[in-house]
């Protein structure tokens, strides 16, 4: 199966700055199934970033994804108090479709 | 607009079974697959496997082969998730979640989860 490792476990970081997240992969995945999610406290996931790059419906573009092969890149500017979260990679490239083991962002 | 409803909140003793469902509406069941993932307390998101509503076939993860079925029943537009020989390790919220599946694939509307507490 394909480990993700994520990078740090977390990150504090003032309003207006710059966010970034790394996700590791143990063998090379696929571009086009690398996927970034939010989760805040209490509530369901939310799809941020697919394709590695492409954000989902109604995200700013304050979020960016970049990478290939085993590392991946979730980046997050001019950050707001509401960003403040857990963030998640998951490969759907092979079965199972792994998550990393998430990245609690804590904005200061 | 796409929603997935899931059961509610269940208490099972260690040893016995529980099924989760999850019902949808807002487009075709069958068109898409369901995937479950769950999240233990404070923990990360731990994949379970999937099922295409269509054929009603369905992959899980190593982890929980020979415990977990999931099934669905068309007519309802409901999928189901069952885990059977519960032990306490399997307290956790479970999400079913719609994925988006035409040339990418990813988790893309998520249930508001149901938690199964595994407790004696």
């Known amino acids: 199966e394909t480990v993700l490792t994520q990078s740090p476990g977390t990150l504090s970081v003032s309003p207006g700055e710059t966010a970034t997240f790394s996700c590791r992969a143990s063998e090379n995945v696929n571009k086009d199934y690398l996927a970034w999610y939010q989760q805040k406290s209490g509530q369901a996931p939310r799809i941020l970033i697919y394709?590695?790059?492409t954000r989902a419906t109604d995200i700013p573009d304050r979020f960016s994804g970049s990478g290939s092969g085993t590392d991946f890149t979730l980046t997050i500017s001019r950050l707001e108090p509401e960003d403040s979260a857990v963030y998640y990679c998951?490969?759907?490239?092979?079965?199972?479709?792994?998550f990393g083991p998430g990245t609690k962002l804590e904005i200061k | 607009q796409v929603r997935l409803v899931q059961s509610g909140a269940e208490v099972k003793k260690p040893g016995a079974s529980v099924k989760v469902s999850c019902k949808t509406s807002?487009?075709?069941?069958?068109?898409?697959?369901i995937n479950w993932v769950r999240q233990a307390t404070g923990q990360g998101l731990e994949w379970m496997g999937w099922m295409n509503p269509n054929s009603g076939n369905a992959a899980y993860a190593q982890k929980f082969q020979g415990r977990v079925h999931m099934t669905r029943n068309t007519s309802i537009s409901t999928a189901y998730l069952e885990l059977t020989s519960l032990r306490s390790e399997d307290t956790a919220v479970y999400y079913c979640?719609?994925?988006?599946?035409?040339?990418?694939?990813?988790?893309?509307?998520w249930g508001k989860g149901t938690t199964v507490t595994v407790s004696s």
């Open positions: 394709g590695t790059s």
């Open positions: 979640v719609r994925p988006y599946s035409h040339y990418y694939y990813y988790m893309d509307v």
């Open positions: 807002g487009y075709s069941f069958t068109t898409y697959d």
């Open positions: 998951q490969q759907c490239g092979s079965s199972p479709f792994t």
